[in-house]
């Protein structure tokens, strides 16, 4: 990966955020958002990454210019999505980002466990997104065996030692306090750090998601919060289609 020489294995950027102050929390960072996701999840905000076949709206080394030029201004960039390791050349990507002296974060639902496991060495920290118990994954992810592949990768961000806040969206078409709170119990068990629940939102997401919320939040599915867990009122995350 060469700046100014854009390769084939280069991932595919379909947008880029240059400040974000909540996609790594502490943290003042740049946001990649990578094309193609192998999930129809219920509330994704942004729904117009799934395709895979969508080209990029920006080559990686436009990245690698502007973090060449953000040295000493910014933490770190975060690789988001869609579901940044579908994509080979994530792996290369932060590596060369490390070595520009950036930390380098990561969102993930977990989707492809075998790519995790060999970027996490070369990953500051983690945010996980875990969707549900295992029998309800499907309600949310439309997938069927998406629930092994997103608790393998719980596993594996546990065991690296990387540093990791693993999200829980509550979506009321789905979740119920009881739920909510056996998966919590769940994730803590794995030895898991920081858990947080987040609000779904149905700003972005598809037609019909909305009218299915029905105004709802998580405070009508949750009404007494789990001991030592967070809340954050929005996904912990900018939306892309703002950022183009």
Not at 28 to 50: E, K, R
Not at 134 to 162: H, M
Not at 222 to 244: K, N
């Amino acid at each position: 990966m060469t700046v100014g020489n854009p390769d084939v294995d280069d991932p595919t950027i379909a947008g880029l955020v240059h400040l974000s102050t909540c996609d790594w929390p502490g943290h003042l960072v740049a946001t990649a958002f990578l094309q193609g996701c192998p999930w129809q999840c219920t509330y994704c905000q942004n729904p117009d990454l799934i395709d895979p076949r969508t080209p990029g709206a920006l080559g990686w080394n436009e990245v690698q210019n502007f973090l060449t030029r953000r040295r000493g201004l910014l933490d770190g960039l975060v690789f988001s999505g869609g579901e940044p390791t579908r994509q080979p050349g994530l792996a290369p990507a932060a590596q060369w980002v490390r070595e520009q002296g950036f930390g380098t974060g990561l969102h993930t639902a977990g989707a492809y466990p075998a790519r995790l496991a060999t970027v996490l060495p070369l990953l500051d920290w983690v945010g996980l997104d875990i969707k549900a118990l295992p029998d309800d994954y499907p309600r949310i992810t439309g997938v069927p065996a998406s629930a092994d592949r997103a608790f393998t990768s719980l596993r594996l961000v546990v065991d690296s030692g990387v540093d990791h806040e693993i999200r829980i969206t509550v979506d009321p078409t789905v979740h119920t306090a009881d739920h909510v709170h056996a998966l919590v119990q769940h994730v803590r068990a794995t030895g898991a750090g920081a858990i947080v629940l987040q609000e779904a939102r149905s700003t972005g997401t598809r037609p019909g998601y909305a009218d299915a919320l029905g105004g709802r939040g998580l405070r009508d599915v949750v009404d007494v919060i789990p001991e030592g867990v967070s809340v954050r009122t929005s996904t912990g995350q900018d939306r892309m289609s703002a950022h183009r």
